[in-house]
């Protein structure tokens, strides 16, 4: 009998670790979709600034005050549809801390929006995204930093060797003479936006608790469409604004709503789940998949090819450390659990099925107010 016990308890362990090591992985595999989704934003943009004529402040207004209608209107219909599956945690923050983030997140947010669709004025939308393959630096030291937020050790190969690629390419369009002043300009722009999203995840995962999901997103509209605004008022470019919107062809308005249902409000509510999962450093860790979609989804709008065999080659160097990084997450996603004498407790398994009602709202995969930023496996460096 105790020879059964002991193999039961065995097959108990294997099969916890197992569970938690798929749930890493579809983490994972969410997380990489929403990068995906993200590396068409420097297209659309780009696509809107110059095909379409629109300026960049008015654009960003737009976006944001159409992703802000959708999310008032998920509220409304998500409380006609009845009370949220999950009872809200209570704040764990007094109201002036609440406030102080609130005002930190909001400014953080609009100057990562702000430079970001400036920098895509500026250059080519894969220079864009080439630029963002920094995001990971910069991200897993500032979580490093706020949260002690531990990374595995596949992390920096992966991001030395996807940085390796993206300089190649780019190595590629200076040696061509397509890079000029202009397009370093957008770059050194994109650059500064990097430090503000990296800033902008580290206070995602930090509000898990005192923050929903769907505050945060309101502070960050708010804060977006207000400076926006004042910003036209005061240029005194508002008929104009809307001349140029009430010019756009069917085209326009088909990449005007993609940016903001399908990026500025899709893509950036399953980003705060999944950062609120993985933690910001294993979530900025799949960012070099945003060059995939910005090269494929540019070529087809803006006919902004690669053209070279550097440019090539950077591109698939970025795709094979992407691919190398993900194998080893799923060949190593968890360590086994501690032997002892009671069953180990296995995790809920609501805990990565799709939720449609509570604070992940419908783009999320799970329960956004998990705050365990460490997964088992993780190996400190």
């Given at each position: 009998m105790k020879r059964f016990d002991l193999f039961g308890r065995a097959v108990t362990r294997a099969s916890a670790t197992q569970r938690v090591g798929a749930g890493m992985l579809l983490d994972y595999v969410a997380a990489l979709g929403v990068h995906l989704t993200w590396g068409c934003q420097p297209v659309f943009t780009r696509y809107l600034q110059f095909a379409a004529g629109l300026e960049t402040v008015p654009l960003l207004l737009a976006s944001q005050g159409l992703s802000f209608a959708c999310l008032l209107l998920s509220l409304v219909f998500g409380r006609a549809c009845g009370p949220a599956t999950r009872e809200e945690k209570p704040p764990a923050w007094?109201?002036?801390?609440?406030?102080?983030?609130?005002?930190?997140?909001?400014?953080?947010?609009?100057?990562?929006?702000?430079?970001n669709m400036a920098s895509a004025a500026m250059t080519e939308?894969?220079?864009?995204t080439l630029v963002a393959l920094l995001g990971p630096f910069v991200t897993a030291l500032l979580s490093?930093?706020?949260?002690?937020?531990?990374?595995?050790?596949?992390?920096w190969p992966c991001v030395v060797v996807a940085s390796g690629g993206a300089a190649l390419a780019a190595s590629g369009e200076a040696r061509a003479g397509r890079f000029r002043r202009r397009d370093a300009l957008g770059c050194g722009l994109q650059l500064v936006s990097m430090v503000f999203s990296g800033s902008a995840r580290v206070l995602m995962k930090l509000s898990a608790g005192s923050f929903s999901t769907k505050t945060l997103m309101v502070v960050q509209?708010?804060?977006?469409?207000?400076?926006?605004?004042?910003?036209?008022?005061?240029a005194g470019d508002a008929r104009?604004?809307?001349?140029?919107?009430?010019?756009?062809d069917a085209a326009g308005l088909v990449v005007l709503c993609a940016?903001?249902?399908?990026?500025?409000?899709?893509?950036?509510?399953?980003?705060?789940?999944?950062?609120?999962?993985?933690?910001?450093?294993?979530?900025?860790?799949?960012?070099?998949?945003?060059?995939l979609s910005t090269v494929g989804v540019g070529a087809l709008l803006l006919g902004e090819r690669l053209a070279g065999r550097r440019q090539v080659g950077g591109l698939a160097v970025v795709v094979a450390a992407l691919g190398?990084?993900?194998?080893?997450?799923?060949?190593?996603?968890a360590a086994a659990p501690a032997a002892s004498d009671a069953p180990p407790e296995l995790e809920d398994p609501g805990t990565y099925a799709p939720v449609l009602n509570g604070d992940g709202g419908a783009f999320s995969i799970g329960g956004d107010d998990d705050d365990e930023g460490v997964h088992p496996g993780d190996e400190d460096v």
């Open positions: 007094s109201p002036s801390k609440r406030a102080a983030f609130a005002v930190a997140y909001g400014c953080a947010t609009a100057a990562r929006a702000s430079t939308a894969w220079h864009v490093r930093a706020a949260l002690g937020e531990r990374v595995p050790r596949a992390l509209y708010v804060t977006i469409c207000c400076g926006a605004a004042a910003f036209v008022a005061l104009a604004a809307l001349a140029s919107f009430a010019s756009l940016l903001s249902l399908v990026v500025s409000f899709g893509a950036a509510e399953a980003q705060i789940v999944c950062i609120r999962w993985l933690g910001p450093a294993h979530y900025t860790t799949l960012q070099p998949a945003r060059v190398a990084f993900l194998a080893v997450r799923a060949r190593r996603p």
